[in-house]
């Protein structure tokens, strides 16, 4: 059988340990060793652990970056409301598959603040999501889509920040059991599509 391609098998190491153990505790030296190749190998195609990280969110979890960018590039496509309510399933999906890798890091401010920095320098971060539905959500309203008030800003962090909370929010309640996806994300897209377009519009295409 045909070895995988060492990117391929590197990046799958790096998604197996930082689910396992965190993202503050896994090492190159660690990923390689569990990719079978050499830390030296694994620096050829990743310049650092946070280039890692950035690439196992972009390759590994739920597409969301890619929805958002093909969603501003072409508004107008499908309705608002079924747009909005697959940016937030893929959202809601995102989240959950990537709290769990990035949570230890909060319980170690200078590492963070290190990872942060490093995430400026490659041009990403948390914030990337918000910014890129704020994007849509304006390319929207240009179309007409979304009322020419709404607060775009405000919307893209209402829906995301919802998203990210499903992730934990509810690890304490009596069953312990998140949201069923579809159903949050269509309850979400409704809730906030009453807020941004006018009564009688639901972002359904214009003839």
Known sequence: ???????????????ELMLTVGLARTTTK??????GCSEAALYKYFASKEELFV???????????????SLTAEPGR?????????????AALFYEQSFP???????????????????RRLGSGPHKPIHDLDAYLRAEQVA???????????????????CAQRAFAYDATETGER?????????????????????????????
């Open 1 to 15: 059988m045909e070895q995988r391609p060492a990117r391929v098998r590197i990046l799958d190491a790096a998604h």
């Open 179 to 207: 949201p069923p996806v579809d159903d949050f994300a269509a309850r979400l897209a409704r809730t906030l599509l009453a807020g941004i377009t006018a009564a009688d519009d639901g972002g359904r295409p214009r003839p």
């Open 30 to 35: 660690e990923i390689a060793r569990a990719a």
């Open 55 to 69: 690439r196992v969110l972009a390759e590994r979890l739920p597409r969301l970056t890619p929805l958002l960018s």
């Open 101 to 119: 890798i990035a949570g230890s890091l909060y319980a170690e401010t200078q590492l963070k603040r290190r990872h942060d920095d490093a995430l």
């Open 144 to 162: 007409g889509r979304v009322r020419a008030d709404a607060d775009t800003f405000a919307a893209a962090s209402l829906l995301l920040g919802a």
């Open 78 to 90: 499908g309705t608002l409301e079924e747009n909005l309510t697959e940016i937030a399933r893929q």
